[in-house]
């Protein structure tokens, strides 16, 4: 079964900082973060709010493209976001789902798995995804299958959703906060790197200048 | 909720620069979801629950947009870890929430009297009770101002004459 960080650094190669990347909490922000992609897109989106996040920025910026990074027990805290999505059907939004079938943040360490999430056991989120009206909906078992359909959703209309089955574990463990070499950014630094970055990208601003009493 | 009062939160909305909405229905702002929803000055995204809600809202503007989440005083309840994490990141948004369960609301809604506004000063998010229809306007465009300026969420309550 392929890692979660192959992936990640698989996508890093097909987006550049046109593409605005939205992602959740956990592994995926601190892989992301680690190849230098922080500053530029919107991380540590907790707790079922990164496709709804990316749901956002992709209605305000439709000429844009969006993808969510989201990760199984963080999507499925609020499952009714793909429902939102299929009703708006924001053509530029793509939904990456890393899938490793446990709460691994809740895990005991030591190269154990967490315990399991829905899709640990009978859930199918490429069914739920097109069951909610994703109708480019897919599960995804390898690195290859995974460029080939990510090349594919980013280039054409969406929404679309992929559902990247990974492995149980991480290749490493991180440690909560941070420390001597940590790539992070604070949520408040990286709020203002990524909206400077859309108002670089779009030439407009957005965050109001001056006012400081 | 009577056209008139409706229409002066939606023309609020308006007058403040709002042009992205998000809602889950409350059955007290029927008329206002069903403004909001024909006027081509808003974008709006019904969502499936308040925190859900809130996310969508925090992506708009960081897409540029001017937001507002208009929820249930319920849903303002189911909303609050997402609006903590907006205020953790420090993200404007106008919240507008038909306040049940004030005095003067005829059915039982102590709860939210309980809840509503003692939940709102611990997350230290700025809110201001709308007992007038004629304040409706001014309440909401404050709100707005001060939600770009201090970069935090900030409520409109409305109630009494505002709302019933």
């Known amino acids: 079964m392929v890692k979660r960080i192959d992936l990640i650094k698989a996508f890093?190669?097909?987006?550049?900082?046109?593409?605005?990347?939205?992602?959740?909490?956990?592994?995926?922000?601190a892989y992301w973060e680690e190849l230098g992609k922080g500053?530029?897109?919107?991380?540590?989106?907790?707790?079922?709010?990164?496709?709804?996040?990316?749901?956002?920025?992709?209605?305000?910026?439709?000429?844009?493209?969006?993808?969510?990074?989201?990760?199984?027990?963080?999507?499925?805290?609020?499952?009714?976001?793909?429902?939102?999505?299929?009703?708006?059907?924001?053509r530029n939004l793509l939904i990456v789902v890393f899938d490793n079938g446990n709460y691994l943040s809740g895990g005991p360490g030591g190269g154990q798995p967490g315990m399991p999430t829905a899709t640990g056991g009978a859930m199918n989120l490429e069914?739920?995804?097109?069951?909610?009206?994703?109708?480019?909906?897919?599960?995804?078992?390898?690195?290859?299958?995974?460029?080939?359909?990510?090349?594919?959703?980013?280039?054409?209309?969406?929404?679309?959703?992929?559902?990247?089955?990974?492995?149980?574990?991480?290749?490493?463990?991180?440690?909560?906060?941070?420390?001597?070499?940590?790539?992070?950014?604070?949520?408040?630094?990286?709020?203002?790197?990524?909206?400077?970055?859309?108002?670089?990208?779009e030439n407009i601003t957005i965050l109001k200048k001056g006012g400081g009493g | 909720m009577e056209i008139g009062k409706a229409q002066q939160v939606v023309q609020g909305m308006k007058e403040a620069g709002i042009n992205f909405a998000v809602?889950?229905?409350?059955?007290?702002?029927?008329?206002?979801?069903?403004?909001?929803?024909?006027?081509?000055?808003?974008q709006y995204v019904g969502v499936g629950n308040e925190g859900e809600g809130a996310a969508v809202a925090m992506?708009?503007?960081?897409?540029?947009?001017?937001?507002?989440l208009i929820i249930a005083t319920s849903g303002l309840l189911v909303a609050t870890f997402s609006l903590a994490r907006l205020h953790l990141k420090e993200i404007p948004l106008v919240l507008i929430v038909p306040y049940r369960g004030d005095l003067g609301d005829p059915r039982w809604m102590g709860i939210y009297k309980k809840y509503t506004e003692p939940m709102l000063s611990v997350m230290d998010i700025p809110y201001r009770v709308v007992n007038r229809s004629s304040e409706t306007k001014s309440a909401i465009k404050d709100c707005q101002m001060c939600t770009e300026a201090w970069l935090k969420p900030a409520a409109v309550l409305l109630t009494g004459e505002a709302l019933w």
């Not at chain 1, 890093?12 to 992602?23: K, R, Y």
């Not at chain 1, 540590?44 to 305000?60: D, F, H, Q, Y």
């Open chain 1, 127 to 201: 069914a739920v995804a097109r069951g909610c009206g994703i109708e480019k909906s897919c599960t995804i078992r390898g690195e290859e299958e995974f460029r080939t359909t990510v090349q594919k959703y980013l280039t054409e209309d969406g929404p679309a959703f992929v559902a990247a089955k990974i492995e149980p574990v991480e290749t490493r463990e991180r440690k909560g906060g941070r420390g001597p070499g940590d790539s992070g950014q604070d949520t408040r630094e990286n709020k203002y790197s990524f909206v400077h970055h859309v108002e670089r990208l």
């Open chain 2, 59 to 68: 992506g708009a503007w960081c897409g540029g947009k001017k937001t507002a």
């Open chain 1, 39 to 90: 500053p530029t897109s919107l991380t540590s989106v907790s707790l079922g709010m990164c496709t709804a996040t990316a749901l956002g920025v992709a209605l305000a910026l439709p000429h844009r493209k969006v993808v969510a990074l989201d990760s199984d027990g963080n999507l499925i805290l609020n499952l009714c976001s793909l429902g939102t999505v299929a009703n708006q059907k924001p």
């Open chain 1, 12 to 29: 890093a190669s097909m987006v550049g900082e046109e593409t605005l990347v939205i992602t959740p909490i956990g592994s995926t922000t």
């Open chain 2, 23 to 42: 809602g889950l229905p409350d059955s007290q702002f029927h008329e206002v979801y069903e403004m909001i929803t024909q006027d081509p000055g808003f």
